[in-house]
């Protein structure tokens, strides 16, 4: 038997038992003993396989730049990370912008207005729309990651990788998603473009926001390995997924509105199915990232 027939042996029995990655587990954690973090493994790793939820805060603070690849340096780097959290955080109990009972959600939304210099004048101005992704983000980081000062850095640095690396990506996704969904399923295609629905789609859920709203937590974290990890277009193919999903039913109703008001607010019990079909939808159609050893 080689070694790979041996290892996919391997893997499909710790399937069965119940045992699904626990050959990932263990190759993460060989990654993570590095004295200096390979952050190129580390992304080609989350690209192929979900992240376990004990280390999922720990690279995504690597991949997103918060923590510096050394080891030695992330207590004192976490401790800069940390006090910064409180200064800001302090200076807007004082401008009476946030209180004790201020949603954390909205706190971080102010912490990070005050410090990209876009604070308002007043916290009764209205949202802008860029607001409303970056709460709509951050209450969802806040079921994924337990303290508030990580899940404050993590937020910031994912809203800023879709404003600078994913910039110019994210405005060509709803094409792509056409595209995608023509291969897998033309009929379903032509049924939204007659209903004139596919301008109508809910592009802003799911492609600002990144699904946040839309899928549960436990669902949306295994997408987001992938965004954090360099793919915005996994977004792509969880849209497309979704709608050969419930065929049946978009394919019945006959309205744009009815269609995007259905998409809007999918049900939640299906939703780790459609993670794992649109991630095997995006290596079908985009590939598999070689793990380099």
């Not at 976490?78 to 006090?83: A, G, H, L």
């Not at 410090?115 to 709509?136: H, M, N, T």
């Not at 990788?161 to 998603?177: C, E, G, I, M, V």
Request: aromatic fraction near 10%; hydrophobic fraction near 40%; proline fraction near 5%.
């Amino acid at each position: 038997m080689t070694d790979d027939s041996q290892r996919n042996f391997r893997s499909v029995y710790y399937e069965k038992v119940g045992f699904r990655g626990v050959e990932e587990k263990k190759s993460l954690e060989i990654l993570l003993k590095d004295d200096r973090l390979d952050t190129e493994k580390l992304c080609t790793f989350s690209q192929r396989f979900p992240l376990p939820s004990m280390y999922r805060a720990l690279v995504w603070k690597v991949l997103l730049g918060i923590l510096p690849p050394h080891h030695e340096s992330h207590a004192k780097v976490m401790m800069y990370r940390k006090e910064q959290y409180s200064d800001v955080l302090h200076a807007l109990k004082v401008v009476r912008f946030v209180s004790d009972a201020t949603p954390q959600a909205e706190v971080y939304l102010r912490m990070y207005q005050l410090e990209s210099g876009k604070l308002p004048r007043s916290p009764s101005f209205p949202l802008e729309p860029e607001d409303e992704v970056f709460l709509a983000i951050a209450k969802a980081m806040e079921e994924m990651v337990e303290d508030s000062v990580d899940c404050y850095w993590i937020t910031r640095r994912f809203v800023n990788q879709l404003n600078t690396k994913y910039r110019d990506s994210l405005p060509q996704l709803p094409k792509a998603f056409e595209q995608y969904l023509n291969l897998e399923d033309g009929r379903l295609l032509t049924h939204l473009k007659m209903c004139s629905a596919a301008p109508k789609l809910p592009y802003d859920l799911w492609f600002k926001r990144c699904f946040a709203g839309c899928l549960p937590e436990s669902s949306l974290q295994r997408v987001w390995d992938k965004v954090v990890s360099g793919s915005c277009k996994i977004l792509v193919f969880v849209a497309v997924e979704i709608l050969l999903t419930f065929k049946i039913k978009v394919m019945a109703l006959s309205s744009a509105e009815k269609i995007t008001k259905f998409l809007e607010n999918i049900p939640q019990d299906s939703s780790d199915a459609i993670v794992s079909k649109a991630i095997d939808l995006w290596h079908k159609h985009c590939g598999t990232p070689v793990h380099s050893s």
